[in-house]
């Protein structure tokens, strides 16, 4: 139980593009889910957590309007990053909570050229 | 804000020897600790979870404590394996709502 896959798992975009990372908990429903982001050889950092049918609450120093966050369902969220720069570059991976459970997906890796 | 600590960064150890690594937190007000594996490039499995109310969990060559008073949690892998070899995280959680702070890892490395 409590399986959450993470879509795609890697990806490779242009400059000035956007991409859309999708996380849905598969066996169970996630009022609450959290997007991290994980640079080489450094942790996972927070940087929103994303609730079901309202605003993303963001960590401080994610900009909001760089890293648009929507959880339309309670099974869906998606992580999208709007004009890419090369320093967006990194392992994100989202993670969501069922009951007493944290499930976290296989995460994505973003190379933006 | 809550701050993990993972010492060392990196360790190698020959199979068969027993791996101790180390976590500490600053706020001894956690919901619970968990510990992590991490392959390269991919992502969490999750080890072991500890309560809060819970001195230590095992599961099979894994053990974990935890001591809120002094901040700690350590993870024993037992008879360590090549297949162990990995990054371990651990992660404290301040609310019950899933929200984790991670330590930056250690790096594992066990040779045959």
């Known amino acids: 139980g409590a399986v959450v896959s993470q879509h795609p798992s890697w990806v490779i975009c242009k400059s000035g593009t956007s991409v859309k990372i999708e996380c849905r908990s598969l066996?169970?429903?996630?009022?609450?889910m959290f997007w991290y982001r994980q640079f080489p050889k450094q942790s996972l950092m927070l940087m929103a957590t994303?609730?079901?049918?309202?605003?993303?609450?963001?960590e401080q120093g994610v900009e909001k309007d760089k890293f648009l966050i929507n959880h339309a369902s309670l099974t869906l969220s998606t992580l999208t990053v709007t004009s890419a720069h090369p320093e967006d570059s990194s392992f994100y991976i989202c993670s969501a909570r069922e009951v007493r459970v944290v499930a976290f997906g296989s995460g994505t890796r973003l190379t933006v050229v | 804000k809550q701050e993990v600590t993972q010492i060392p960064a990196a360790l190698s150890v020959p199979e068969g020897e027993n791996l101790v690594l180390n976590c500490s937190f600053t706020?001894?007000?956690?919901?619970?600790l968990q510990w992590f594996r991490q392959d390269p490039g991919k992502g969490l499995t999750s080890l072991l979870l500890i309560q809060s109310s819970q001195r230590e969990q095992t599961s099979g060559r894994l053990n974990a404590s935890l001591d809120k008073s002094s901040g700690r949690s350590t993870l024993y892998i037992v008879a360590s394996q090549p297949g162990d070899s990995a990054t371990y995280l651990c992660a404290a959680s301040t609310d019950s709502w899933g929200k984790l702070q991670f330590g930056a890892g250690t790096q594992v490395v066990v040779t045959p």
């Open positions: 994303s609730n079901e049918g309202s605003k993303a609450t963001y």
């Open positions: 066996d169970f429903q996630a009022t609450t």
């Open positions: 706020d001894s007000a956690i919901y619970n």
